[in-house]
């Protein structure tokens, strides 16, 4: 399914009802199923695995329709390269994709491993 077709179909099975909700508590909805996919990947359960990341397609696909966003043409920031350093496959230093907030944790998270590996040492 291309991912135009698969916004339309989410729109036309909950728009109304994702309208009356509003774009607020719609984001909440969101991020509450990337928990669950967390989860699931704690779990390794392959179909549970499938199943949260179709529900993140899916609430990701009804923000951006809240939002006005087409999903497909947002994809696009990607159809020819890394949309930082323009390579496929990308150049950039290892975390750029992440947000600063997750690189700082990142780096925090792997000196206390650093830390760990030499106590161990
Ligand atoms: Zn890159």
């Known amino acids: 399914m291309k991912l135009r077709e698969f916004q339309d179909r989410i729109e036309a099975h909950y728009g109304e009802r994702d309208?009356?909700?509003g774009v607020d508590a719609t984001f909440r909805w969101l991020v509450e199923e990337v928990g669950e996919l967390a989860?699931?990947?704690?779990?390794?359960?392959?179909?549970?695995?499938?199943?949260?990341?179709?529900?993140?397609?899916?609430?990701?696909?009804?923000?951006?329709?809240?939002?006005?966003v087409d999903a497909a043409q947002a994809a696009e920031r990607y159809a020819s390269g890394c949309p930082k350093c323009g390579s496929t496959p990308c150049a950039c230093p290892p975390d750029v994709r992440m947000p600063a907030a997750s690189r700082a944790a990142a780096r925090q998270l792997r000196s206390r491993s650093v830390r760990t590996d030499r106590r161990a040492g």
């Open 19 to 21: 309208r009356s909700r």
């Open 39 to 68: 989860r699931a990947l704690r779990e390794g359960d392959p179909r549970r695995l499938e199943e949260e990341i179709g529900d993140v397609l899916a609430w990701t696909v009804t923000v951006a329709s809240l939002c006005g």
